[in-house]
């Protein structure tokens, strides 16, 4: 059996380059056995999962083939793509796990999350994704057209994209106190967000930060079930 770990692919159609390394992922794995886990920020946005579009259906497709031949997909959101849902990863048996995961590996207790949630640094931020993760207000927004929320996501982005103008370094990244909150549980913290791909050591324990889908290449990581595994990220060339 082979894990693999993947966050922040920021997939859209104006990369498609980040497309092909993903479908050309699939590839790779597709004999492996392979469990993989996408730890959210698959898609760069995602308005709903009665969006459609013909790069999007070649990724279902490639997706289908993918489990069809025994492996298996599972995915938590992120904060660019957290309206997917059930019905869009039901349509190639892929599985929704909650924003926070426990996995157990090669007798390693494992927890898995996208990572935003660990920035408790940014304030302005926590306050946005308390409202915006309100079960109402996506309830509510689920029953808008496709047009007026595809205009809000956009909306969205441009102020993230603003508000991080005049934000720090250190801000944007987690927090070490959350961090050692969260790993006192577990032997292994796997997360994605920031950006910044890394091993780090805190307490004898490990926080592995998966990186971004870069121009060519992405730092992604396999783990098996061999307990005397060296865990180091793979570099993912495309
Ligand atoms: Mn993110």
Redesign the pocket.
């Known amino acids: 059996m082979t894990y693999l770990f993947i966050a ?1 692919l920021h997939l859209s159609p104006d990369h498609p380059r980040l497309v092909r390394g993903f479908l050309d992922l699939l590839n790779a794995y597709k004999d492996k056995h392979t469990q993989l886990y996408i730890l ?2 698959w898609f760069n946005a995602w308005i709903g999962d009665d969006y459609t579009a013909p790069w999007l259906d070649e990724i279902v497709e490639h997706l289908k083939q993918f489990t069809k031949a025994g492996n298996q997909v599972y995915f938590l959101v ?3 793509d957290f309206a997917l849902g059930k019905d869009f990863l039901n349509q190639f048996s892929g599985q929704l796990l909650p924003d926070v995961k426990l996995l157990n590996i090669a007798g390693k207790k494992i927890r898995i999350e ?3 949630e660990l920035c408790t640094d940014d304030v302005s931020y926590q306050r946005f994704r308390k409202i915006i993760r309100n079960p109402w207000l996506v309830g509510f927004l689920r029953k808008m057209p496709l047009s007026f929320r595809a205009r809000l996501a956009q909306g969205f982005r441009k102020k993230s994209h603003e508000a991080q103008q005049f934000k720090s370094y250190e801000v944007m990244d987690v927090n070490q106190n959350a961090v050692k909150a969260v790993l006192k549980d577990v032997d292994l913290l796997i997360h ?2 920031t950006h910044r791909a890394n091993i780090h050591n805190m307490d004898g324990k490990k926080r592995i930060v998966l990186g971004d889908w870069k121009e060519d290449t992405a730092q992604i990581l396999e783990i098996s079930n061999d307990p005397k595994q060296e865990i180091q990220l793979r570099t993912w060339h495309y």
């Open positions: 922040d959210g920020d992120g904060n660019r996208h990572g935003d994605g967000h």
